[in-house]
């Protein structure tokens, strides 16, 4: 069993930064993927980024030269820096995880935090 918790979500204007954090406990594997999702109101969950237990990492292309994933605190915190925001990324963000290689697809995930808001204003 895993146990996922979000931090650092809030409010900022557009070209801002925030950095949000996930605290990962209880079960650990020697193969795993962390990733981070969102959901805006009327959309679907999609994919931002993720992580694999070997500190390889995929992005959404719409996310590629703003945001960076990456792993803390000998892998037990999952960190997404998010910069030059943009009103469009407002939304839910979720931290996930899965045992196995990594995935865009959220369904497959197990594991997943409560969700941290964040909101972009222009």
């Known amino acids: 069993q895993v146990q996922l918790v979000e931090s650092g979500g809030g409010s900022v204007q557009a070209g801002g930064s925030l950095r949000l954090s996930c605290a990962a406990s209880?079960?650990?594997?020697?193969?795993?993927?962390m990733g981070w999702f969102r959901q805006a109101p009327g959309k679907e969950r999609e994919g931002v980024a993720t992580i694999d237990s070997d500190y390889s990492t995929l992005y959404a292309d719409s996310m590629k030269g703003r945001f960076t994933i990456s792993q803390e605190d000998a892998k037990n915190t999952l960190i997404l820096q998010m910069n030059s925001l943009k009103p469009d990324d407002t939304a839910m963000y979720y931290c996930?995880?899965?045992?196995?290689?990594?995935?865009?697809?959220?369904?497959?995930?197990?594991?997943w935090g409560q969700g941290t808001q964040v909101t972009v204003s222009s």
């Open positions: 996930a995880a899965r045992r196995g290689p990594c995935t865009w697809r959220w369904r497959l995930y197990n594991y």
């Open positions: 209880g079960s650990t594997y020697s193969s795993y993927c």
